[in-house]
Structure formats: structure tokens, C-alpha cells
């Protein structure tokens, strides 16, 4: 009964539904804003591939952190972000999503689920502690805070979003390329 309980209150934590002060967030160290450099990485995608930032110099890239592979909110996440996918390569973007996941993990997920944009293993936090992503943890559970970035043609930082709603995330995101190409 007691591992139900905690399952359900990580799972209503993952989806925005429960406070994340009941779990106990890292303090990021970096504090990336509009503008400045964007961290450079290299990790493996969901098929074993290396992907790194310069593969995308000359493209908007949204590079949003998530915290667990299947679990209800980091789906929807995934689903809005697959479903808004052409409209993101129309604006000359790609979308990678990072977690702390494993290759084999994120290789189930977007087999299970369809995803065709490329999932980013980060187990060591390469990728998490540049953009000053927190960690979180709760009970022996580690996992990286919902944070969004979207980064310019040119390699620097666009935007920044904290703490986002997984379900109306890619719509924000595709409006703030809008905004900063309509400028």
C-alpha cells in the first residue's frame, strides 16, 4: 500500500498536479539567460547515436529536459511535442528531449509511442547541469526538473522556461519562434 502511495504522488508530482516541494530539488548553479552561449554536449540518442548542438548550427533547436520516460505527463509531453513536429521543421527547428534515462529506455519509449525526434540519454547530467537544470529527487528517485530551451540559429540562449506544463509546452514554444522571428 505504501509503494502505491508513493508511486501515485511521484506520478501527480510528474504531471504538475502535486506541489514539487515535497520533493527535494538540487540547486542549479547556472542560471542561463537570453542571449548568452548555449552549453555545448554531446549525448546518445534513443538509437545509440551520438547528437550534439553544432549538428544543429543554423537551426532552432527546442531542447527540453524532462523527468521520467512513461510516465503520464513526460507522454503528453512527448504525444503534443510528435504531433506539433511539422510544424517545428517548417520553422526550420528540431525538437530533443533529455532525461536521465538510458539509450534502452528511450528506445522503448519512442517505439511504444511513436516518437520520431530524437530522445537524449543524460544518466551522468552532462547535458542538465550546463543549462542548470535541477535535480530532483524523491525517496531514492532522481530526475531532472521540466525546463525548456530554446536555442537560436546562431547557438545562443532565445528562451528560457521553468517549470512548464507538459501539455501546453510545444504550443508555447512554437509561439515564441514566432515572436523571435517576426522581430
Known sequence: MRNNASKLLLSMM????????L??????????QPG????????????GTPVSLSDYRGK???????????T?????????????????????AVVLGVSLDTVASHKSFCAQDGMTFKLLADPERQAGAAYGVP????????????DTFLIAPD??????WRKVDPQKDSTVVLEAIDHHTSH
Open 14 to 21: 510528474m504531471m504538475g498536479l502535486c506541489p514539487w516541494n
Open 23 to 32: 520533493a527535494s530539488a538540487h540547486a542549479a548553479e547556472v542560471d542561463l
Open 36 to 47: 548568452m552561449k548555449a552549453p555545448t554536449f554531446t549525448l546518445p540518442s534513443q538509437d
Open 60 to 70: 532552432w533547436v527546442v531542447l527540453y529536459f524532462y523527468p521520467k520516460d512513461k
Open 72 to 92: 503520464t505527463g513526460c507522454t503528453i509531453q512527448a504525444h503534443t511535442y510528435q504531433g506539433d513536429l511539422p510544424k517545428f521543421e517548417a520553422k526550420n
Open 135 to 146: 535535480l530532483m529527487t524523491f525517496k531514492d528517485m532522481k530526475f531532472d526538473e521540466r
Open 155 to 160: 547557438g545562443t540562449i532565445a528562451q528560457v
